[in-house]
């Protein structure tokens, strides 16, 4: 599916330095946009992560108490992401100073150590590329967005949180397994799923395929509704 995919998706937007940010949001299926930024753990690039998943996520401002509980929470679940060979990427437009100090200051206050890197989108190159910043919710700061790119570096889901509303990182990690789990075995995963519980079979396309479903063992509720295990 992913090769298929690889196959027909344009060449990837770029950031480039200097240049003016042109506001744009990345396409399910896609190519994600490369760029190159500053970090909390130096300079990176989008490329550097080839072979492994990425969840890039953006926050509206550093020193704001919903964004250090949702870092909190990001921090707690790194481990089960990192076994799961997903990198995390935070982003904001503030600066690499006030970046640092936050995580300073989350370790000092609340004891938290924070181990993914933090992009300072300062000139909102990134923050462009992605489709951040509403400016009908905020003229000044990136909403609360979350990518999930594959090895391939392909946008693999997108979700989008207001300012208010902080994030479920437990369905960040459910949303990975679903999608390591649809590229591993070729299925869809129906509501609610949980690595344990049964996937759903693709519908069959011919009548050949639809007799062939009903013998082959499977769990269905009618000829185009199946589950098996996995």
Known sequence: MSDHLESTVPEP??????????????RLGAAAPLFEAVTTHGKIRL?????????LFSHPADFTPVCT??????????????????????????SPTSHIAWVLNIKEKLG?????????????????????????????????CVF???????????IYYPLTTGRNTDEIIR?????????KHGVATPANWKPGDKVI????????E???????????ADWYFCKKAV
């Open 175 to 183: 949303l990975i397994d679903a999608l390591q789990t649809t590229d």
């Open 69 to 94: 509980t949702e870092f909190m929470a990001f921090a707690a679940i790194a481990p089960e992401l990192r076994k799961r060979n997903v990198e995390l990427l935070g982003l904001s437009i503030d």
């Open 210 to 220: 639809v007799e062939a479903r009903l013998k082959a063992g499977f769990e269905c």
């Open 47 to 55: 490329e550097d992560y080839h072979g492994s998943w990425v969840v």
């Open 13 to 26: 937007a770029h950031a480039h330095a200097g240049a003016a940010p042109q506001a744009s949001l990345p």
């Open 148 to 158: 999930a790119i594959d090895p391939k570096g392909i946008v693999r889901a997108m």
């Open 201 to 208: 079979v693709p519908p069959p396309s011919t009548m050949e």
């Open 112 to 144: 938290i150590d924070i181990p993914f890197p933090i992009i300072a989108d300062s000139n909102k190159e990134v923050a462009s590329l992605y489709g951040m910043l509403m400016p009908d919710e905020s003229k000044t700061e990136t909403s609360r």
